[in-house]
């Protein structure tokens, strides 16, 4: 199973950013689909997740309202949509899949998930 993310980038202050996390149908489409971030010399968090079925979503405090995550109908791109970027929302961002098929659990622990991208790097400039 091979996640691939793209779309990070430097943006300033106030911008926005959307991140794609890409797989096969195979491998995307009956798991839930997870974001999470890593600043520097930080652990990594949870920041956004959404079911198999792309009904149910949850995210962090510190990005609601901000950030959107949703998945394509063929189940095989799930995209992180970050508007109103501030400085702290410097990191790799990484996508990762839930372990546990057709479930509703939207996990926001790393051990929920079994399988991650290599990250994309977002860089928020004041």
């Known amino acids: 199973v091979q996640l691939v993310e793209s779309g990070g980038g430097l943006v300033q202050a106030g911008g926005s950013l959307k991140l794609s996390c890409a797989a096969s149908?195979?491998?995307?489409?009956?798991?839930?689909i997870g974001w999470f971030r890593q600043a520097p010399g930080k652990e990594r968090e949870f920041v956004a997740v959404?079911?198999?079925?792309?009904?149910?979503?949850a995210y962090a405090d510190s990005v609601k309202g901000r950030f959107t995550i949703s998945r394509d109908s063929a189940k095989t791109t799930v995209y992180l949509q970050m508007n109103s970027l501030q400085p702290e929302d410097t990191a790799v961002y990484y996508c990762a899949r839930e372990k546990f098929g057709s479930s509703y659990t939207l996990s926001r622990v790393t051990t929920g998930y079994d399988y991650w991208g290599q990250g994309t790097q977002v860089t928020v400039s004041s």
């Open positions: 959404i079911d198999w079925s792309g009904g149910s979503t």
């Open positions: 149908a195979r491998a995307f489409s009956a798991y839930g």
